[in-house]
């Protein structure tokens, strides 16, 4: 029989035989008495993997490079003396292959009677038993014990090491297979651990013994998934049951955009520990320390089991649940919260909504959906909204973070949405990320570019404001200031048109109105820029050259790009330098937003936006209202709605008096706390729909209790358009239902059913409506799901968009010019605050700040400050500031460090306690009309003791 290999590591290195299809100078050998034919290079190891005959071994991990060790994997090669490690042993024409004779028999098993000498064999007690492979071959060569005796790691001398929150290292288990060392450099690029010793005294350490915190580690985990015995466990699961007891169902991660694949194992309706495929998934074996370790959250205590109905009390004073970290307790609009059956609960939200609707029309009623939602959810609320309030008032937090790309990449190329695919860019020859701090925001991209550049060579351009971590990889750091991307993208494209380096034949045949583009570029000469940006010339010049002559060079960028009253101008401008470039509808390239909630690309895909129904239809289209009204039956507005904050700011005038709001916590995520919370205090009527009582919550009248994401099933769009299968793990606790459910449940009691079955049933209705989901069912989103557009059933979905086309027919070149941002320092406010996100917590905390390992790793908010400001101000390490803006007063612990320039501030919004949001300015995006979260003008001095006692009572 014959065997064809394609798509094989040489080596280890997958890569370099992607595509791969010259079938004459495949290498015949045989293994086993089995013909088999496969690429050069490949090793004997993965030639026998095809012919269906597994090879044992123990420190070969398929993703990382062999270091053929262990010696269990070697097999006797006809004419050779010794036998070889298949691991690493290259095929070549007519070899002969023999892979269990009794000589290779015999040298495995005294090479596992070797490493068990040096290996406690506490299987009893292991957690790792029935997953471990070292157990496995023990069995399997009936090996109880070894013949040999090792003076060490058998005899339990190295101390277990506990101290960090997420994994237990037990050296005593460890065979030195070197997999977690490799798996660290080579998938993680961390290198937090290595060997330490020689001889019996051997192990795998950190540099001088530090516990993990303290190295460069980032809790991946992947060093335990690698680690083929019990060396390393998870924290959390031990002594919670064995391998075999667990319940493995696989699901997608609730946290930020890249969409990674969660295997959630659970015993007795427990979630115990979280792993991830090493194949067919967006992150390929990795995740990140929150997809790891940070979903314990919907086990905690504090979750939301019944409804809850504010009720006022003699004294006006709060009441509900204990605080929790991040959370608040009681309701802070006075009155307390009493448990309700969801009979009397939804009975209350339907009367006074119906109340109001009647009163002042549908026009006061506003709901926010969710990005944590699923598509199935977000689809039946913005329909809700529509056809059952009669409202257009219907938006969600991509208001916040990226409607200013839905708005500029659709008027330029005629689709808001990343226009690449994340495996892509492993091969682009350039990478340009800007106002992305990746590594941090959505990690499992960041280890693709960081891929890209240290296994492919590609080239990395970072421009940012700070000293992000992708910078330690980059070719070029552009430290722009604050605000001035525009003038600094148009300073790349005038050295790119006045050097020639443009792409003529993409301009000319691709796109429109270059002319009056180029009018306006050519004024950015270098010089000028410089003075702007702060950014100096050379270093514009070389980013323009090094961008422009890659074969394929590929932009990504998030919020520090779009959350400015430039927002939409930003994203045209770098519309304009893909174009500009021939930069798009390639492999490898494109302009990429990584979007930052797991769902946020979807929720717009599905319409929770205002003036826009599923699949992006605008809803002042006579056509598109028709369409909907005769689908849902339903009388529809044709007039689109208002915006997050238009929502907010309008409960002071009246314009809206009512509430729903699903999974969304404006209180903290909002800019400009003190006037939200002012807003939130005028509503009339406020529902809030979610998993735990959030700060929003607390001005609610009526709380529902929502599934976490966990607890039902559905859909997530994550960043690269691609739609995935959410799977139900576990049931919701107490009487939490779906979002879709309580949604169909209040329709019908405001006389229009929504009466779903099943998510399944959703999405075929989704598919009906909107043509980017045309060819969407769940059956068909099994395994890898399908990238939109993915028009109809026989469509296999869209790695990248504009191919030979772009959406709207020619890309749009758009003139664009600085704007200063809304509000700049000056002498009385002389710093500029920019905001973002860390690796350890997310948006406002809701999940990760209830989640006791990721606590204890970041429990405070901080404000990162340079040197010499820090000097001036009299500030060190540790010491409390006290922040100031014309909106409002945070503290938070001061962090000197070079990574902000000098000027400039950094805070995260995710501590209530020190929440940036206080400060950001709330003015918006003419367009986009998204704030401008990541400048503001702010003073700093040091806290006075009061408040740092303030602080400190705010945290606990
Ligand atoms: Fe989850 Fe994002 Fe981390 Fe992946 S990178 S595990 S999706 S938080």
Redesign the pocket.
């Known amino acids: 029989m014959r065997y064809v290999l394609l798509n094989l590591p040489i080596r280890g290195n997958r890569s370099q035989l992607e595509g791969y299809r010259d079938m004459r100078e495949l290498v015949k050998l045989t293994i086993d008495g089995q013909e088999v034919r496969v690429q050069p290079g490949v090793t004997i190891y993965w030639a026998a993997k095809a012919a269906g005959i597994e090879i044992p071994h123990l420190c070969y991990g398929e993703d990382i490079h062999p270091l053929s060790s262990c010696r269990l994997c070697v097999v006797e090669v006809e004419g050779m003396k010794n036998l070889a490690a298949s691991c690493t042993y290259p095929v070549s024409a007519g070899m002969v292959v023999r892979t269990t004779t009794e000589r290779v028999q015999k040298a495995r098993r005294l090479n596992l009677e070797l490493i068990l000498s040096d290996h406690d064999v506490s299987c009893i007690t292991c957690e790792k038993s029935g997953s471990c492979s070292l157990e496995k071959y023990a069995y399997e060569f009936g090996i109880s014990e070894s013949i040999f005796t090792g003076p060490d790691r058998a005899k339990n001398v190295f101390p277990i090491k506990e101290e960090n929150p997420f994994i237990v290292r037990d050296y005593n288990k460890c065979i030195l297979c070197g997999r977690c060392v490799l798996a660290c450099s080579e998938l993680q690029f961390d290198s937090a651990i290595d060997y330490a010793d020689r001889g019996f005294k051997a192990h795998i350490s950190t540099a001088f013994d530090r516990p993990l915190q303290d190295t460069p580690c980032e809790f991946c985990g992947r060093c335990i998934s690698v680690c083929p015995v019990g060396a390393l466990t998870e924290k959390e699961r031990v002594k919670k049951g064995r391998e075999w007891e667990f319940e493995v169902t696989s699901t997608i ?1 609730p ?2 955009g ?3 694949t969660l295997e959630m194992h659970t015993k007795d309706g427990k979630l115990i520990k979280v792993t991830t495929p090493a194949k067919g998934t967006v ?1 390929k074996g990795n ?2 320390v ?3 370790f940070g979903i314990y959250y919907i086990n905690h205590p504090e979750r939301l089991t019944t409804p809850l109905i504010r009720k006022a009390t003699k004294s006006g004073a709060s009441g509900g649940k204990p605080a929790a970290k991040g959370g608040t307790s009681g309701a802070a609009k006075g009155g307390e919260f009493v448990e309700a059956s969801w009979d009397e609960a939804l009975d209350l939200v339907a009367k006074r909504l119906r109340e109001i609707k009647d009163k002042h029309g549908p026009g006061v009623i506003g709901g926010l959906s969710s990005a944590k939602c699923t598509n199935e959810e977000n689809y039946v609320f913005q329909k809700f909204m529509r056809a059952v309030i009669g409202t257009n008032n219907v938006d969600h937090c991509a208001r916040l973070c990226h409607s200013s790309t839905v708005a500029g990449l659709a008027k330029a190329f005629g689709s808001g949405a990343m226009t690449n695919s994340i495996t892509e860019l492993r091969f682009a020859d350039c990478i340009f990320v800007t106002g992305s701090n990746t590594t941090e925001a ?3 991209i960041g280890l693709e570019i960081k891929a890209a550049v240290k296994k492919n060579g590609a080239t990395l351009i970072v421009a940012d404001p700070r000293e992000i971590d992708l910078v330690g990889v980059a070719a070029l750091h552009l430290r722009q200031r604050s605000g001035t991307d525009v003038a600094l993208f148009n300073g790349m494209m005038q050295v790119i048109l006045s050097e020639g380096l443009e792409d003529k034949d993409f301009i000319e045949k691709r796109t429109e109105d270059f002319e009056k583009f180029k009018a306006v570029v050519m004024q950015y000469t270098p010089e000028k820029v410089e003075k702007i940006t702060g950014v100096p010339k050379e270093k514009i010049i070389q980013a323009a050259r090094l961008y422009a002559r890659a074969g394929s060079a590929s932009i990504i960028y998030s919020m520090g790009i779009t959350q400015h009253t430039t927002g939409t101008d930003n994203v045209l401008s770098l519309a304009n330098l893909a174009m500009v470039t021939g930069n798009v509808g390639k492999k490898s390239t494109g302009v990429n937003p990584l979007r930052g909630q ?1 769902n946020v690309q979807g929720a717009c895909d599905l319409g929770a936006l205002p003036n826009v129904y599923p699949g992006y239809q605008q809803v002042a289209n006579p056509q598109v209202k028709e369409k909907f009204e005769k689908a849902w039956q339903a009388s529809l507005s044709p007039v689109p709605g208002l915006t997050v904050v238009e929502m907010l700011h309008g409960t002071e005038d009246g314009k809206i008096r009512a509430m729903y709001t699903m999974g969304e916590n404006p209180f903290l995520s909002d800019p400009n706390i003190n006037r939200v919370k002012k807003d939130l205090e005028a509503l009339e009527f406020l529902v809030v729909q979610d998993i735990f009582l959030s700060d929003t919550a607390q001005y609610a009248d009526v709380v529902l209790p929502a599934a976490s994401f966990a607890e039902k099933d559905g859909t997530f769009t994550n960043t690269e358009r691609r739609v995935q299968l959410l799977r139900k793990v576990l049931d919701p606790p107490g009487k939490a239902k779906a979002d879709w459910q309580i949604l169909g449940e209040l329709a019908a009691r405001l006389g229009y059913p929504m009466s779903y079955t099943s998510t399944a049933e959703i999405m075929e209705e989704i598919a009906g409506l909107t043509p980017i989901y045309g060819g969407m069912s769940l059956n068909r989103l099994q395994g890898f799901g399908l990238q939109w557009p993915c028009p109809d059933r026989e469509h296999p979905g869209t790695p990248y968009l504009h191919k030979g086309m772009f959406s709207r027919g020619r890309g749009l070149f758009n003139p664009v010019e600085y704007i200063p941002p809304a509000e700049e320092p000056d002498a009385e406010y002389p710093l500029l605050l920019t905001t973002g996100r860390i690796l350890y917590h997310f948006h406002t905390g809701t999940m990760s700040r209830r989640v006791d390992g990721l606590h204890a790793i970041r429990p405070d908010g901080f404000v990162e400050i340079h040197p010499d400001d820090a000097a001036v101000l009299k500030l060190s390490d540790g010491d409390m500031a006290q922040i100031t803006s014309r909106r409002g007063t945070v503290t938070a612990k001061t962090v000197v460090t070079e990574r902000s320039r000098p000027g400039t501030v950094f805070m995260t919004f995710h501590y209530r306690e020190a929440a940036a949001n206080i400060l950001t300015n709330d003015a918006l995006d003419p367009v986009a009309k998204i704030p401008e979260f990541k400048v503001c003008a702010v003073k700093v001095k040091k806290a006075s003791a009061g408040k740092k006692k303030e602080a400190v009572k705010a945290r606990t």
């Open positions: 991660c946290y930020c890249c969409g990674c992150s995740l990140c929150k997809g790891k959505h990690p499992i797991n």
